[in-house]
């Protein structure tokens, strides 16, 4: 299983789960600061499941957990600007500095088409489930 994850393609076949756990931790304690979030991979059958363990409250910035994500969470979990990495299809941004929210269906068809286009396997379906503890990016692949 190849799994686009924060601006890299990481391949089960080769690496263990515990070990691409400990890369992607590495980068995302480079981008976004050590100790301000977790990440965990799991997998079962040809569902991968990454979570993304960080306190943001969505309520206070305005956003609905359950069919939007803010930008900084759509930055971390692809890993777009980490080290000059460009999503291939770039999501929804807006051209002032500030937080803003995109819908989750815009962000989701942004990683699908990038990880084809970087090389991961297929995703036949790819969800989020936020709340306020973490993250979580489920995908299933063909």
């Given at each position: 299983?190849?799994?686009f994850?924060?601006s890299?393609?990481?391949?089960?076949?080769?690496?263990?789960?515990?070990?691409?756990?400990?890369?992607?931790?590495?980068?995302?304690?480079?981008y976004?600061g050590?100790d301000?979030?977790?990440?965990?991979?799991?997998?079962?059958?040809?569902?991968?499941?990454?979570?993304?363990?960080?306190?943001?409250?969505?309520?206070?910035?305005?956003?609905?957990?359950?069919?939007?994500i803010?930008?900084?969470d759509?930055?971390m979990?692809?890993?777009?600007?980490?080290?000059?990495?460009?999503?291939?299809?770039?999501?929804?941004?807006?051209?002032?500095?500030?937080?803003?929210?995109?819908?989750?269906?815009e962000?989701i068809?942004?990683y699908?088409?990038?990880?084809?286009?970087?090389?991961?396997?297929?995703?036949k379906?790819?969800?989020?489930?936020?709340?306020?503890?973490?993250?979580?990016?489920?995908?299933?692949?063909?």
């Amino acid at each position: 299983m190849k799994l686009f994850i924060v601006s890299k393609i990481y391949d089960t076949s080769i690496l263990s789960n515990n070990r691409i756990e400990n890369l992607v931790q590495k980068d995302i304690d480079s981008y976004v600061g050590k100790d301000k979030v977790i990440f965990k991979l799991s997998i079962t059958g040809k569902t991968a499941a990454m979570y993304f363990y960080r306190g943001v409250d969505y309520s206070s910035l305005y956003a609905d957990p359950k069919s939007q994500i803010i930008d900084a969470d759509a930055y971390m979990v692809t890993g777009e600007g980490f080290e000059g990495f460009s999503l291939p299809i770039q999501f929804p941004k807006v051209p002032i500095i500030c937080t803003y929210n995109m819908e989750q269906s815009e962000f989701i068809r942004a990683y699908m088409g990038s990880a084809e286009l970087l090389r991961a396997d297929k995703i036949k379906k790819a969800w989020l489930d936020i709340d306020e503890e973490k993250i979580v990016l489920r995908v299933n692949l063909k």
